[in-house]
């Protein structure tokens, strides 16, 4: 049974509150957890930012946005009638697509009416003697609730470079992370896009297109690999539909609940011929197969990372015809797999077509934005448009740009300093009633499957209080530091820890967030369930109920 709390005040009654539970955020995570506490009876609001839902698929609306994973395994798996009716158009569909099926979630499963637009939540405080929530919002309004809930993504916090002069610029420019509903005009046009991550790779092989000339600003290469991106024929469609259940299944096995299972050899259990063989067959097959399906040590094993960096770098070799620019194109600071890997269509090919060029910022640092274009250390460039695919102030940076406090007015920033700590990604302690979904050290990975095991959990457990009556539910102490052990526990031996990227903590655009640390969860999504399960299961025990 539960831990119960000493005697205290009464809380608030939850009729006096405006709302059991305030969901932040209106994205895949939202949506669905608004729809499961419903079904408990809950009255819940959903604050979100945005003018429509989406989240990540709403904001992200830059040229070539797309899924990096199988359309049919990113999308919700909680509702039959809906697998039924919602016939995906490609492998990696694009971002229209993809919000087009948030919208067509949204209005069958009723959503709007409990979400609130254009409403970004600027605090969160919690009242120790009511046991509630207050939430406020941009235009100062206050909203109560005895349950907090943040859907607010962990790469949604778009940031941009330190560069002077970035206002200066006369011409449009934009994050790709906030980029304007109406688009920006770049046909035929002069662009710089600087980053080179995930979304700056699907920008750049999309802009090269139609721009008139597209110049590249490349701080750190990236190893990218083909997605194999194809429509899917509607034969092929019902296909995928009838395997549904056995594509979950598989999903619920992989250890980050992609399609792509691990292969249980490792690198050196096979002869060259085999390894460079199978290793082929990664490369001209789908998706991040490459990479979440490849040899068993090969993001453990120095020797093993060392050759497969070693075949990719052959494939760009290969795919760009200047040695020099292919030499700029290949990461000479990580191995291959050590950060997430950008998935790719033509895009080392772009680099050969006369309308594009690269600046290796390396050797030609920007110095800053002016009114024409950019200024680096060589000299003035003109340009039309300029993109920022900067990337973002991941995991911990949407929480930070939120004032959360909890009880005793701890900031949540404050207890967060040194890296974040929580039990089972889902709660803090001294941050009661307040849960995560996919907070900082729960499974990462195919985040949809993640996210409907988070939501799910939370929901049994606002069940369970709400049954029982209970208004308090609080991580122990006790509980995050076991989980934060289990957690470093899972993150040793990994190559990727060793690594300055999103995934170790680091942004160096953002204050403080310089060095790395174990934002990350990196044990299997199998082991993270099972962890979470054994909680619900005895009751919370490890959690103060009261
Ligand atoms: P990112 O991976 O962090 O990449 C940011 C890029 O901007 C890097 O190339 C970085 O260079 C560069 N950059 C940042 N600040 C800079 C500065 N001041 N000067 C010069 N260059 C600078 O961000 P992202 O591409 O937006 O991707 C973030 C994550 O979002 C991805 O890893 C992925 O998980 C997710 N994402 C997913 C999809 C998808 O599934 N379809 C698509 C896009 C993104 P350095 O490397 O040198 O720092």
Not at 218 to 225: E, V
Not at 255 to 274: K, L, M, N, Q, Y
Not at 283 to 310: C, H, P, V
């Amino acid at each position: 049974m539960a831990m119960p709390r000493e005697e205290g005040p009464t809380p608030q009654p939850s009729s006096t509150l405006d709302y059991d539970a305030i969901i932040v955020g209106a994205g895949i995570s939202g949506m669905y957890q608004l729809y499961r506490l419903r079904e408990l009876g809950l009255r819940v609001r959903v604050f979100e930012a945005g003018t429509g839902v989406g989240g990540t698929w709403y904001w992200n609306r830059y040229p070539g946005a797309r899924f990096d994973s199988e359309s049919y395994s990113y999308g919700y798996s909680f509702s039959q009638e809906l697998l039924d009716e919602w016939d995906w158009g490609e492998h990696f569909s694009g971002q229209p697509e993809i919000e087009r099926y948030c919208n067509h979630v949204a209005a069958k499963f009723d959503l709007y009416r409990d979400i609130q637009f254009s409403a970004r939540v600027i605090a969160a405080h919690f009242n120790e003697v009511g046991r509630h929530w207050t939430i406020t919002l941009g235009d100062r309004s206050q909203h109560t609730a005895r349950f907090l809930i943040s859907a607010i993504g962990l790469l949604s916090a778009p940031t941009m470079p330190r560069f002077d002069g970035i206002e200066d610029f006369r011409g449009p420019w934009a994050h790709t992370g906030l980029w304007p509903k109406g688009g920006i005009d770049y046909d035929g046009k002069r662009v710089a896009v600087i980053g080179t991550g995930a979304s700056g790779v699907q920008a750049i092989q999309e802009i090269a297109k139609t721009a008139g000339h597209l110049t590249v600003f490349q701080r750190r290469p990236n190893w990218c690999t083909p997605l194999h991106n194809g429509p899917i024929p509607k034969e092929e469609m019902d296909e995928i539909r009838a395997g549904y259940p056995k594509l979950f299944e598989l999903c619920r096995q992989t250890a980050a609940c992609f399609v792509h299972t691990i292969d249980p050899r490792g690198t050196f259990e096979v002869s060259d011929e085999e390894r460079i063989a199978f290793w082929e067959d990664r490369y001209a097959g789908k998706g991040f197969g490459i990479w979440q399906g490849n040899f068993r040590d090969m993001l453990t094993d120095r020797e093993s990372n060392r050759l497969m960096s070693d075949f990719v770098a052959d494939k760009i070799r290969q795919r760009v015809k200047d040695p020099k620019i292919a030499e700029l194109l290949i990461p000479n600071d990580h191995g291959f797999g050590t950060r997430r890997v950008p998935q790719e269509t033509n895009y080392y090919e772009v680099y050969n077509q006369t309308n594009v060029s690269l600046v290796s910022m390396l050797e030609e640092p920007i110095e800053r934005i002016i009114e024409t274009g950019i200024r680096t250390s060589s000299r003035d460039y003109e340009f039309d448009v300029i993109v920022y695919a900067t990337g973002f102030d991941a995991v911990t940076g949407s929480f930070d740009r939120i004032d959360i406090k909890g009880a005793g007015g701890t900031p949540l920033k404050e207890k967060w300093t040194g890296g974040p700590r929580t039990f089972i990604g889902l709660m803090v302690d001294e941050f009661p009633n307040m849960f995560m979904i996919m907070g900082p050290h729960a499974a990462l990975g195919n985040n949809p499957r993640s996210i409907e095991y988070n939501v799910e959990w939370i929901r049994d457990l606002l069940r369970y209080a709400t049954e029982r009556d209970l208004t308090l539910a609080e991580a122990t102490p006790d509980a995050v530091e076991n989980w934060h052990k289990f957690v470093l526990e899972k993150a040793e031996g990994l190559l990727s820890n060793e690594i300055d990227s999103w995934m170790t903590g680091i942004n160096l655009n953002v204050e403080g967030k310089q060095t790395r640390t174990i934002v990350r969860y990196s044990g299997t999504a199998p082991e993270y369930r099972a962890r979470c399960d054994e909680v619900a299961e005895a009751d919370y025990a490890e959690m103060h109920m009261d």
